[in-house]
């Protein structure tokens, strides 16, 4: 059932990648924490004019948060994300020789990086596989049945299980793109879903209505 699943969803959206707008590790890494609670499309207005202020973490461990705010006001949480981006980019400067770390506990260790963020940037960034749970990557895989979890660290393991490792990086763009098109937190299209005959979800509402 997972691979059909999983074929199905690579017949669907093909070759995926963040919608995250970047041209470096560093700048993955600033989009990513930047997306804590808002939308890849407003990450990537803002990031142009922050990507030619600081394009590199030694000019942005040089900011204040308050100067990085100026920047970054309409993502949401700005406070703390500005606070987060100038102490991230000094570690990067003082313990990191302004490199992005390739190690999930290095990455985990900087302000504003947790194990989302990591996956995304170990998988997007350097290519190690690693699956990124977010909310629709839960909810996406709980409906169809490929995790059957309470919170985004199990569904993260299940998947781990579940998918080969080759597609793991794939599998998370994949049940981004179908949550966003069509697996909706709200009214989810599954009448015209092609997953539709493999889904869990879609199988208990039927018997249900039934
Ligand atoms: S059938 Fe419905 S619940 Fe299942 S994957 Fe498709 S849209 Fe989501």
């Keep these: 059932m997972t691979t059909t699943i999983l074929d199905?969803?690579?017949?669907?959206?093909?070759?995926?990648?963040?919608g995250l707008k970047h041209n470096s590790a560093y700048e993955l890494l600033v989009a990513t924490i930047l997306s804590a609670q808002c939308t890849d499309e407003r990450?990537?207005?803002?990031?142009?004019?922050l990507f030619r202020a600081y394009p590199r973490p030694?000019?942005?461990?040089?900011?204040?948060?308050?100067?990085?705010?100026?920047?970054?006001?309409?993502?949401?949480?700005?406070?703390?994300?500005?606070?987060n981006l100038v102490k991230t980019a000094q570690i990067l400067v003082r313990e990191h020789q302004g490199q992005v770390p390739?190690?999930?506990?290095?990455?985990?260790?900087l302000p504003g990086v947790g194990r989302k963020t990591a996956n995304v940037?170990?998988?997007?960034?350097f290519g190690i596989p690693a699956i990124?749970?977010?909310?629709?990557?839960f909810r996406v895989a709980n409906r169809l049945g490929l995790a059957?979890?309470?919170?985004?660290?199990?569904t993260e393991e299940q998947l781990?299980?579940?998918i080969p490792q080759a597609k793991w990086i794939q599998a998370h763009h994949w049940l981004i793109q179908h949550g966003r098109a069509v697996c909706r937190a709200r009214n989810p299209l599954c009448e015209s879903c092609p997953l539709n005959p493999y889904c869990r979800y879609y199988s208990q509402e039927k018997s249900s209505s039934s």
């Design 43 to 49: 990450v990537n207005l803002i990031t142009p004019a």
């Design 58 to 83: 030694q000019l942005l461990a040089q900011a204040s948060p308050e100067e990085v705010a100026e920047y970054i006001r309409s993502a949401g949480l700005w406070k703390t994300k500005s606070r």
């Design 132 to 137: 990124a749970v977010d909310t629709h990557v």
């Design 8 to 18: 199905l969803l690579e017949s669907l959206y093909g070759r995926a990648t963040t």
């Design 121 to 125: 940037v170990l998988a997007n960034a």
């Design 102 to 109: 390739q190690t999930r506990a290095e990455l985990e260790a």
């Design 148 to 154: 059957q979890a309470a919170n985004p660290r199990q």
């Design 160 to 162: 781990m299980k579940a």
